[in-house]
């Protein structure tokens, strides 16, 4: 029944008006509001893809940007003193280092460095779901008047701005130096001339960065705690990594797709701590019908399980135990071993959705989780802070690290 409904078109079956009845997106997230017409998510999902694929291998320009961004990322938010094991709460760090990298490769320099637009963004994060609880219970008719005075929605005009002022400094710049931003606007210009405006094209950078620093945060976040409390697993996660920099001479695509260990342990991760309970979210706009004559009435809201599909038998042995390797291991039986791996989609998992809503940025996600777990491996040591191995929320999971000197046979 998901394979019906998600086929659909936004006319019948719309994810924005989800977000919309959640976060008061009119307000606090226009660039992918349901009543306003904004610059289409594939101008987006055009862009992340030619991001990714301007150059290949060891010359690839987006890996090196990445992985020169990564450095100064950990620099910036883990700068401790060698030889000391220092605590610290997991959310933070994974929110604001993924917020870097997916910030370089959004909008790109100087922005993403720029420790104001990074501390409005990470304020903008907390402050959307908050703002849109409270405009939801204004009365519908003062919504237009004092929506665009809550929090969020100032944050969101204020980034914005910023985004379009910076999109102004690159206007002439080549195809190849262009942000992506730039390459979304340049784009609009060309499939629907004068129909939008550059901060039409900042307000679904906006939105977009909002969802994806939060999902993917969780994850790293996720991650970052399941090495503390499985020791045992990371020396052999390191020695693929050096392996994989050693025999590609260097980080670039190659070397992180071979990491299939890693990138098999935040699969895991995921599997048996999905970002949400469900996925494919939308809200029906049409009265529709399955095959098998179940009627939806107009403003159903539909989604997909999640943790029930994971936990399934008939697609996972021992669902229950944390099999960090178990997709590394199914991709070596399977003559398709890309479907087991992160961004890999198969109907045993939809945690990126499906359908014509499918996320654009999986791929994205894919890459980053890896280069910072990655690069994190090989810097930092870590463990557990206490004795207490249950799994407390994410807000309060802690870890400890400290710094180790990487092999000088790995080139980071
Ligand atoms: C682990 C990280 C991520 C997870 C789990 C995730 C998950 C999702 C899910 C479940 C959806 C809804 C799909 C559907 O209903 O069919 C979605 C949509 C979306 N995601 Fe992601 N996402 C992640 C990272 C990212 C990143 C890095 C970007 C940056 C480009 C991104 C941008 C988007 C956008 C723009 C949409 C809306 C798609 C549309 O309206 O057609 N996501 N994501």
Redesign the pocket.
Known sequence: MVREY?VLGPEYAS??AVSEDLFQTMYTCPG?ADSLNHVP?SA?SKA?VWSRNRTSGKNSTYFQELVKEQEFGMIAELNIPPGVWCDFDCLPVALALMLRM?GRV?VGHPLCRDPDAISLFMRYGSAVPVSGNQISWLPRILRPLLGPHFAASRMQAELSGLIVEDMKHGADAKEDQMTLAQWVWEWTKRETPGEYTPFDVAGLLVS?IF??VH??GS?LTKCFYELTQRPELIEDLRNEVEQAIRDHEGVCRESIEAMTKLDSFIKETMRLQP?GPA???RIIKKDFTFTNGLKLPKGTLVFAPNTQLHMDERYYDNPEEFDAFRFHKLGKQSDKPSNYKIAGSTPRTR????????????Q??AD??RLILAHFLLKFDIRKCDEDSSYPSLEQRRMSIKQRTPSPSVVV
């Open positions: 998600q994810l924005d992918v998510v987006l992340v997916i959004l977009s969802g994806a999902t993917a994850v970002v996925t494919v979210h945690q990126f959705g499906d359908g014509k809503h499918a996320c654009p940025g999986k994205l996600a980053l989780l």
